[in-house]
């Protein structure tokens, strides 16, 4: 049975400020990299599906859920949660501004359909985006995900950024 990657802390980034769009990609890029999950070239393939793609990645309003497909980029599966100071547009014709962006990051296509559907599960509930968004904590934003202590686990794979 797949379930949503693991969270460690230094996959989740509390109040970043950000620029634009890109900026705030490029932040669930930097926190995936820091987990161990993917190399720093990740960051670039979001930002190139969305770029190609267009926002369809913003699934539901001030949620913006950054992934690509699996390539050699991604060392394991991976889960990042960046909040933003002040929501930022991504394109989308109903859903912007973005609060939250969840990078996602798996290693084969099964699980990239299965994990995408775990964390649509984790966000049904109509006001869980802006209790992330004003979430103080990452043990808070695992909390809110459904996710206990051992989705903490994976923080032995940390590397530099």
Same mark, same amino acid.
């Given at each position: 049975m797949t379930t949503?990657?693991? /969270?460690?802390?230094?996959?989740?980034?509390?109040?970043?400020q950000v620029a634009d769009w890109r900026a705030a990609v490029r =932040?669930? $890029?930097?926190? /995936?990299?820091?987990?161990?999950?993917t190399r720093s070239e990740y960051a670039d393939r979001m930002i190139a599906v969305?770029? =190609?793609? $267009?926002a369809?990645?913003?699934?539901?309003p001030g949620l913006a859920l950054a992934h690509a497909r699996p390539g050699?980029?991604?060392?394991? =599966?991976?889960?990042a949660v960046v909040t933003l100071a002040t929501a930022v547009p991504f394109g989308h014709p109903h859903n912007d501004p973005v609060r939250v962006v969840v990078g996602l990051a798996v290693s084969n296509a099964e699980e990239h359909v299965a994990s995408v559907a775990k964390l649509a599960n984790a966000f049904n509930d109509g006001g869980i985006v802006g209790r992330i968004a004003r979430a103080k904590t990452a043990d808070e934003v695992r909390e809110l995900l459904g996710?206990?202590?051992?989705?903490?686990?994976?923080s032995g794979d940390e590397v530099p950024a």
């Open positions: 949503i990657p693991p /969270l460690p802390d230094t996959a989740v980034v509390l109040g970043a =932040e669930a $890029g930097r926190a /995936l990299t820091r987990s161990g999950a969305i770029e =190609e793609f $267009g369809y990645i913003v699934i539901a050699p980029d991604v060392r394991h =599966e991976g889960l996710l206990d202590a051992a989705a903490a686990a994976g």
